[in-house]
């Protein structure tokens, strides 16, 4: 599959809080940019891949979009990994194309938790509430204490991510939050669920996002000059429920990356700057093992010292990531992967000709990568 | 009944786990062992995860067990606890094999837990529920 499908077209909302926007109206907006960007009409879309709001759980809410947009699509629907459904269904939509059922798909994620419902965030707490466990920040900050206590991972080191990613968003004039953060200040940030403070939790924002993929071959006739190539994708699910999750610290990002790796014919040492998902800091930290880009447990060294920041090895999150540009549940990592590709990135990795992508869900209970080439 | 009380947190009861809840009424706490592969596992279900069979047998635990990870609260995420941060949850395996959410009682100080040291069960009833928490051993 490398390189036979392309992300053609790339769309967004503003960032931040969006009042009065419903999530059909945020989604129409960027799909109306990603398909001006590619130079498709409407009424050339067969393939329609929706995310659910996470903010609100709704039945339909594909066909519900299809009628705001006024068309009628061959394949599609809502996609249920949470943050990791979005690179996942840029997959399918590529498998779709492939065989046949569909020409020219849009993936589409809109959310809005800041001013609109907070709908899902407010469901009743599980059977584990009465032992006061509640909350998905505490879920990553089992993961992240037992990663500390196999591996000696520091506070500092995750907030060594944090700074990365804030000093990027702080250069992002899209960026909902543009304030950088220095190590002193993280380590002053309130702790939230020990070990995890304030800032190692990412955003919570209103916003949209989509994408337009067709094959190379219909890109190459239509003369899209800023296609830009998927190399490889895969997918893996960790599945089990933190507490009965056998191994804490390991998760099925591995088998996602070992799939989109074998696609694209690449190891990690051919990843020019990549784009991690960063609910929280642990996530990206535990990314940079599972893809190879350092040994298990040594993701706490990998992050300090600037090599994930822009002039670094391995600069990550150059639009500023979930901590920064936006909390929104992933899209918008795929979107900055696609201007670093095409060039046009605020913080451009100069002569940067790959860029891996990671999504997930739940706590690391989903994962979908993504490896991208230059347009 | 009052949304903001410990008591509104009482698991919900159902066939499959009233005998655990009922166990740990009475001074017991049980898991659920394959009468087929072996598996033993928490939370109640009603299907061996390990070989899908639905001959299974409650077994009681020793109580021993070690701590997987841990957290603490800094902030409350429902009223009954307010009053209670900083508090810790864990995870915490059982010597048979199973894994459940638990708290640490009674230590002073919650970053002092290391991972994987033993642990012996405690029951203790709150919010007229008895639950499985644990001492260190």
């Known amino acids: 599959m490398r390189e036979k499908i392309v992300i053609a077209g790339i769309g967004q909302t503003a960032f931040g809080k969006l009042a009065g926007r419903s999530t059909l109206s945020l989604n129409i907006e960027a799909i109306r940019m990603a398909l001006a960007d590619a130079g498709v009409d409407k009424a050339e879309v067969d393939g329609l891949f929706v995310k659910c709001p996470t903010s609100k759980f709704e039945m339909m809410y594909g066909q519900k979009l299809a009628e705001s947009l006024g068309i009628v699509p061959r394949i599609g629907g809502v996609w249920d990994q949470g943050g990791a459904s979005n690179a996942s269904m840029i997959g399918h939509a590529a498998m779709a194309i492939e065989a046949g059922q569909c020409e020219i798909a849009i993936i589409a994620l809109a959310d809005n938790p800041a001013t609109g419902t907070r709908q899902a965030y407010e469901k009743a707490w599980g059977e584990d509430s009465i032992f006061g466990w509640f909350g998905t920040p505490a879920g990553y900050a089992m993961i992240a204490r037992r990663h500390m206590g196999e591996h000696g991972t520091t506070s500092d080191q995750l907030g060594a991510i944090a700074v990365a990613c804030r000093k990027h968003g702080a250069l992002n004039p899209k960026a909902q939050l543009r304030k950088p953060l220095t190590l002193e200040q993280y380590r002053e940030s309130r702790l939230i669920a020990a070990p995890l403070r304030r800032d190692d939790c990412c955003l919570v924002s209103d916003g949209a996002a989509a994408v337009v993929v067709m094959s190379a071959q219909r890109a190459r006739q239509r003369h899209l000059k800023q296609a830009v190539p998927i190399l490889g994708f895969g997918q893996g699910q960790t599945s089990w429920e933190v507490a009965q999750r056998a191994d804490l610290t390991t998760t099925a990002a591995e088998q996602s990356a070992h799939t989109a790796f074998k696609m694209a014919g690449l190891t990690p040492k051919d990843i020019d700057v990549a784009q991690l998902y960063d609910c929280f800091t642990i996530a990206p930290l535990m990314t940079l093992e599972a893809y190879g880009f350092c040994p298990r447990g040594k993701g706490g060294q990998f992050v300090q010292g600037g090599r994930i920041e822009i002039g670094g090895e391995l600069p990550i999150n150059t639009s500023g990531g979930l901590l920064s540009e936006t909390g929104m549940p992933g899209l918008q990592m795929v979107l900055e992967g696609v201007r670093q590709m095409r060039g046009q990135a605020v913080n451009q990795v100069k002569g940067a000709r790959t860029c891996a992508i990671s999504n997930q869900g739940g706590i690391m209970h989903t994962h979908s990568t993504l490896i991208l080439g230059q347009a | ?137």
Request: hydrophobic content about 40%.
């Open chain 2, 1 to 137: 009944m009052d949304e903001h009380t410990i008591e509104s947190l009482a698991p919900e009861r159902d066939a499959i786990n009233s005998p655990y809840w009922d166990s740990l009424a009475q001074g017991r706490l049980t898991y659920q062992c394959c009468n087929a592969c072996h598996k033993a596992w928490l939370p109640p279900r009603s299907e061996c995860p390990g070989c899908l069979s639905d001959d299974w047998a409650w077994k009681e635990a020793s109580g021993q067990a070690k701590l997987i990870s841990w957290v603490v609260y800094h902030i409350a995420y429902h009223k009954a606890f307010e009053h209670r941060v900083p508090y810790n949850v864990a995870v915490v395996e059982l010597a048979e094999g199973p894994r459940l959410i638990s708290n640490v009682v009674g230590i002073e100080d919650h970053e002092s837990l290391v991972i994987d040291q033993p642990l012996q069960l405690r029951i203790e009833t709150e919010g007229g529920v008895a639950l499985p928490r644990f001492v260190l051993a």
